[in-house]
């Protein structure tokens, strides 16, 4: 059986470690070409030495030689910086590539391995966020898929491959509703990182964390989901299922509803990226129908969820206001986690940046470009970052 060759950009993120854990589980399918990490040196060494890929990029140039001594004489090619990372996911010898970096950064390399003509297997929210008209017209282009492996946007692909030719009539996105899903707004304006940070289903970084507590994530995954799918924002419905087990539904013109079920482990819908359409054994856990309980559903508060609202009235008017509202809501979040603003200090400057942001119907590459890094500027100014 011939393998496929992944490079995992963010290798030592929550999605990228998880990556690895199904690549251990299918070494007869999967190998790794390349790895990439921003400044985690050590866990970027030790993964090398596990899977002993042909690249290793370590983004922070100053880490580069700390790496470069700890790989010397494996064979393994170590390289600095987002322009070699971008150079690397070219390789012949890659298949598939895992974006898996945290933040706008995702973007570029993306693009680079979409003109390389690989398979991306997309965990990079802000790429489709900050620039979805031009990577799924990119993609179109050179006949490149993209599969998701969010878990929300999985579900959705997996129940539209199984109604075939028919099309959805609206999206019904999850969201568990996060660690402030039954606090009052008084109670979640006085909330500290560390009580956002206690996601209770999922295991996540610091980033999608608090966004999941704040409902950016799924503002953003409402985005994604209109680039991903062709469907209209009008057409997604978010819907509150603290259980995590439903992890997206598709509603169809005659009334009735498909479903993806499955326990919360991002290993299932990340394997099917690098399977479909064949499933493969995944040594996980499984839903026990008759042990599960009840399961519940409520609708979104966008009164105590206000960045949900936001991320809406973003896509509702398109161009580039989508990518200020992600520049903004990343430096808001830096803020929070280092206690320079509140809570709700990420919804207001988010608002700010949908206020202020000159809007560009068709930005183009260089447009995004810059529309991130002024959101994003003003938006740490405010926060004072």
Same mark, same amino acid.
Request: charged content about 20%.
């Given at each position: 059986?011939?393998?496929?060759?992944?490079?995992?950009?963010?290798?030592?993120?929550?999605?990228?470690?998880? *990556?690895?854990?199904?690549?251990?589980?299918?070494?007869?399918?999967?190998?790794?070409?390349?790895?990439?990490?921003?400044?985690?040196?050590?866990?970027?060494?030790?993964?090398?030495?596990?899977?002993?890929?042909?690249?290793?990029?370590?983004?922070?140039?100053?880490?580069?030689?700390?790496?470069?001594?700890?790989?010397?004489?494996?064979?393994?090619?170590?390289?600095?910086? *987002?322009?070699?990372?971008?150079?690397?996911?070219?390789?012949?010898?890659?298949?598939?590539?895992?974006?898996?970096?945290?933040?706008?950064?995702?973007?570029?390399?993306?693009?680079?391995?979409?003109?390389?003509?690989?398979?991306?297997?997309?965990?990079?929210?802000?790429?489709?966020?900050?620039?979805?008209?031009?990577? *799924?017209?990119?993609?179109?282009?050179?006949?490149?898929?993209?599969?998701?492996?969010?878990?929300?946007?999985?579900?959705?692909?997996?129940?539209?491959?199984?109604?075939?030719?028919?099309?959805?009539?609206?999206?019904?996105?999850?969201?568990?509703?996060?660690?402030?899903?039954?606090?009052?707004?008084?109670?979640?304006?006085?909330?500290?990182?560390?009580?956002?940070?206690?996601?209770?289903?999922?295991?996540?970084?610091?980033?999608? *964390?608090?966004?999941?507590?704040?409902?950016?994530?799924?503002?953003?995954?409402?985005?994604?989901?209109?680039?991903?799918?062709?469907?209209?924002?009008?057409?997604?419905?978010?819907?509150?299922?603290?259980?995590?087990?439903?992890?997206?539904?598709?509603?169809?013109?005659?009334?009735?509803?498909?479903?993806?079920?499955?326990?919360?482990?991002?290993?299932?819908?990340?394997?099917?990226?690098?399977?479909?359409?064949?499933?493969?054994?995944?040594?996980?856990?499984?839903?026990?129908?008759?042990?599960?309980?009840?399961?519940?559903?409520?609708?979104?508060?966008?009164?105590?969820?206000?960045?949900?609202?936001?991320?809406?009235?973003?896509?509702?008017?398109?161009?580039?206001?989508?990518?200020?509202?992600?520049?903004?809501?990343?430096?808001?979040?830096?803020?929070?986690?280092?206690?320079?603003?509140?809570? !709700?200090?990420?919804?207001?400057?988010?608002?700010?940046?949908?206020?202020?942001?000159?809007?560009?119907?068709?930005?183009?590459?260089?447009?995004?470009?810059?529309?991130?890094?002024?959101? !994003?500027?003003?938006?740490?100014?405010?926060?004072?970052?």
């Amino acid at each position: 059986m011939e393998r496929s060759h992944l490079a995992i950009l963010g290798s030592t993120g929550s999605i990228g470690t998880q *990556t690895l854990d199904v690549v251990r589980q299918h070494p007869d399918r999967l190998a790794v070409s390349m790895l990439s990490a921003n400044r985690s040196a050590d866990k970027l060494i030790a993964q090398a030495l596990e899977f002993r890929p042909k690249h290793v990029v370590i983004c922070a140039q100053e880490c580069y030689a700390d790496v470069a001594k700890a790989l010397q004489g494996t064979g393994i090619q170590v390289h600095s910086g *987002t322009a070699a990372l971008c150079e690397t996911v070219a390789d012949s010898e890659i298949d598939i590539v895992v974006a898996a970096m945290v933040g706008f950064s995702g973007l570029r390399p993306t693009l680079a391995a979409i003109r390389a003509d690989k398979i991306i297997a997309l965990a990079n929210k802000e790429t489709l966020v900050a620039a979805g008209a031009l990577v *799924t017209s990119l993609a179109a282009e050179r006949h490149i898929p993209i599969l998701p492996i969010d878990s929300e946007h999985s579900a959705i692909f997996q129940c539209l491959q199984a109604a075939g030719q028919n099309r959805p009539r609206r999206i019904h996105l999850t969201a568990s509703g996060g660690p402030f899903r039954t606090w009052e707004r008084e109670r979640i304006a006085r909330a500290t990182p560390a009580e956002a940070l206690r996601h209770p289903n999922w295991d996540m970084g610091a980033k999608i *964390t608090i966004d999941s507590a704040t409902m950016m994530n799924k503002g953003f995954e409402v985005i994604e989901a209109k680039w991903l799918f062709g469907v209209d924002p009008a057409d997604i419905n978010v819907v509150v299922h603290p259980e995590s087990v439903i992890h997206s539904m598709v509603e169809f013109a005659d009334g009735a509803v498909l479903a993806q079920l499955g326990c919360p482990d991002m290993r299932q819908p990340i394997q099917y990226a690098l399977s479909c359409p064949s499933r493969w054994e995944l040594n996980n856990r499984k839903l026990d129908f008759a042990t599960l309980g009840s399961l519940s559903f409520g609708a979104a508060d966008t009164e105590r969820f206000p960045c949900l609202a936001h991320a809406f009235e973003a896509i509702r008017r398109g161009g580039n206001l989508p990518c200020a509202v992600n520049a903004a809501n990343e430096a808001a979040v830096k803020a929070f986690l280092q206690e320079k603003i509140g809570f !709700y200090g990420i919804a207001e400057l988010v608002e700010q940046a949908l206020a202020m942001t000159p809007f560009i119907a068709e930005p183009t590459l260089d447009d995004i470009f810059e529309t991130n890094r002024l959101a !994003y500027d003003r938006a740490a100014d405010k926060a004072g970052l």
